[in-house]
């Protein structure tokens, strides 16, 4: 079973409103907690510059 992680800037409680991470064999996932069916696996690096480019903004 996969175990998902919260990401520390969504939202308190167990609302539908934040992304969550997971570690596969070969992979990260992604998914957003209010459409947990659609994962998009990413690499580390993938991940650095998503978070790079979030911060940016």
Do not use: Y
Not at 9 to 30: I, K, M, Q, T, Y
Request: proline share 5%; charged share 30%.
């Amino acid at each position: 079973m996969t175990q998902w992680q919260k990401s520390s800037f969504s939202g308190p409680g167990d609302g539908n409103e934040c992304v969550e991470l997971a570690h596969a064999d070969d992979a990260l996932l992604l998914r957003e907690s209010d459409e947990p069916d659609r994962i998009l696996p990413v690499t580390r690096d993938g991940l650095t510059a998503l978070l790079r480019l979030v911060k940016e903004r």
